[in-house]
């Protein structure tokens, strides 16, 4: 388990994959915690499952060093493969068994007795909410179905680390929490998790650390609000009694704040940023107090007040430049497995 290996269950330094003309990894630097979720956030493309790959020693990089609990993934991969395991774009389940026929034949294959196999195939069904469907051949399994077998099919044996390349992507939103549940779940046992993501609001839900990545590159790395304190501390969202106080509101809110103040299409409704550069958002919430009583002060009746935190779409922006191409999260249409 994971404490005969306390720090770091990750550690890569310039990392490099590269396919012809393409760097799919191209110098990526990683510590990766014990016990956590590490969330890598990146848009289609950004190199998320070739970085996975190489860590899971599956694919051998091209440049710079990779460590999982300090083994090498070149030098000593079976250290490392005795330790992971993957759950990903690519399952190592079969379509024509059932769930249960698949959780069985991987549980004897990892060396179990034929009873062992049995008894934790069952125990993970029903964890896993798939119960009912265990005599079903996979093939007739629902989206989320089959992404919970496939996440039960890689912790048959605990792995102290387990990637998780978008185990969420093409999901609807009942399915995504079930899987998140499952990752919370799987987390509290002690595994460590590495999970990536092309949506926003999951590493936010799941992540301790997120790395963000394009292009092959980390271009931020940091607790969640170490990158949201990168692009300001929130926002003040505020809505007014009388809409023609709203001119006024502003003038006022721009200078307490120090900010530009935008026009909601709502005419009672103005958003602001507030405090970029105030770091624990303790001065976000001050700067919004001071800019409330200013409002009182004229005269402004104000019907309702929010301070929220940036989302990690307005990090991506503001980090890239670009938006992230990420499907919504609810959608349920799958993005073409790279
Ligand atoms: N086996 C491969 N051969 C050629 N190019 C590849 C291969 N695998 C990935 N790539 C390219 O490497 C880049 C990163 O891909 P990938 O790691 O799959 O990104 P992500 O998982 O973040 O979507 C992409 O441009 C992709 O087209
Ligand atoms: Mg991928």
Do not use: C
């Not at 307490?256 to 299409?265: G, I, K, M």
């Amino acid at each position: 388990m994971s404490e005969r290996s306390p720090g770091l269950a990750i550690e890569t330094a310039g990392l490099v994959k590269t396919f012809g003309e393409t760097r799919a990894v191209d110098g990526v630097d990683l510590a990766v915690p014990t016990g956590t979720v590490y969330g890598v956030l990146g848009p289609n493309g950004a190199g998320k499952t070739t970085t996975v790959k190489m860590l899971a020693t599956l694919l051998r990089p091209d440049g710079g060093e990779a460590r999982v609990f300090g083994h090498d993934v070149v030098r000593e991969a079976d250290e490392v493969r005795g330790r992971v395991s993957l759950t990903g774009q690519y399952a190592s389940v079969d379509e024509d068994l059932t769930g249960s026929e698949n959780l069985v034949l991987l549980g004897r294959l990892l060396g179990h007795g034929k009873r062992a196999a049995h008894e934790r195939g069952d125990q993970l069904l029903a964890a896993f909410g798939l119960t009912e469907a265990a005599g079903k051949q996979v093939k007739h399994y629902s989206g989320g179905m089959r992404r919970r077998i496939d996440i039960a099919a890689s912790i048959l044996n605990t792995p102290d680390l387990l990637f998780l390349d978008e185990p969420t992507t093409g999901l609807d939103p009942r399915s995504r929490n079930q899987v998140w549940d499952i990752v919370r779940a799987v987390v509290s046992q002690g595994t460590t998790v590495l999970l990536t993501t092309q949506y926003l609001d999951e590493a936010d839900q799941l992540a301790s650390r997120i790395a963000v990545i394009d292009r092959g590159k980390v271009i931020a790395e940091g607790t969640k609000g170490e990158l949201k304190a990168s692009v300001g501390a929130g926002s003040v969202h505020l809505r007014l009694r009388d809409p023609a106080q709203r001119p006024q509101a502003e003038q006022v809110l721009r200078l307490a704040l120090d900010a530009d103040v935008q026009l909601e299409p709502d005419p009672v409704a103005l958003t602001a940023r507030v405090g970029a550069g105030s770091a624990n958002g303790q001065g976000a919430a001050e700067q919004a107090a001071r800019a409330l009583a200013e409002l009182a002060r004229g005269g402004v009746v104000v019907d309702n007040f929010s301070l929220g935190q940036p989302s990690l779409d307005e990090v991506f922006l503001a980090l890239t430049g670009h938006d992230t191409h990420a499907g919504s999260p609810d959608g349920t249409e799958s993005e073409a497995a790279a």
